[in-house]
């Protein structure tokens, strides 16, 4: 089924934290978001357009065991934008959950990603395909991210 066309949309994503001063520090000093709203319990921030809500939570985060099955980012269109946030990441000194690398070399489903954690163990990826059509297209391929989702049942 076809999608219509409409105006464009904006991604919103709500994420848990611990504090907000940390929250500040990574996103809005390391990432470059732009701040926005406000309360001692919530941070609104632009991310390149979109819309990153952080909650502070009394629960416990806990680091994760692998960047499946959850992680959220950014796709950027065009190579130098990836490599400028990249080099942004290296000089504010934000560690790589996984440094960057190609993917899929020497395939249409070739792609640059990094992996960045933030304080709070959200994972977050950062990705540039080689070809535009790979990001929603090329159904007659099959690889998609790393390791399968599914674990062999157990005995």
């Known amino acids: 089924m076809a999608q ?8 919103h994503l709500a994420f848990p934290v611990s504090n907000l001063a940390d929250t500040k520090a990574y996103y809005i000093d390391g990432l470059g978001c732009e701040p926005g709203r406000e309360n001692s319990h919530c ?13 502070v939570t009394d629960e416990p985060l806990t680091p994760p065991k692998s ?3 959850r992680h959220f980012g950014l796709i950027f269109l065009a190579q130098a934008d990836w ?11 934000l560690d790589f959950y996984q440094p960057p690398r190609t993917r899929f070399a020497n395939t ?3 792609h640059q990603t990094f992996f960045l954690a933030d304080p709070f163990h959200n994972l977050i990826e950062i990705k540039h395909y080689r070809h ?5 297209g090329l159904r007659d391929h099959r690889h998609i991210g790393d390791t399968p989702l599914v674990s062999a049942p157990q005995p």
């Open 4 to 11: 219509l066309a409409i105006a464009p949309v904006l991604f």
């Open 43 to 55: 941070l609104i921030m632009k991310l390149y357009g979109h819309q990153l809500v952080a909650h």
């Open 67 to 69: 960047i499946y099955p």
């Open 83 to 93: 490599q400028n946030l990249c080099d942004r990441v290296i000089k504010k000194g």
């Open 108 to 110: 249409p489903l070739e």
């Open 132 to 136: 535009a059509e790979a990001i929603f």
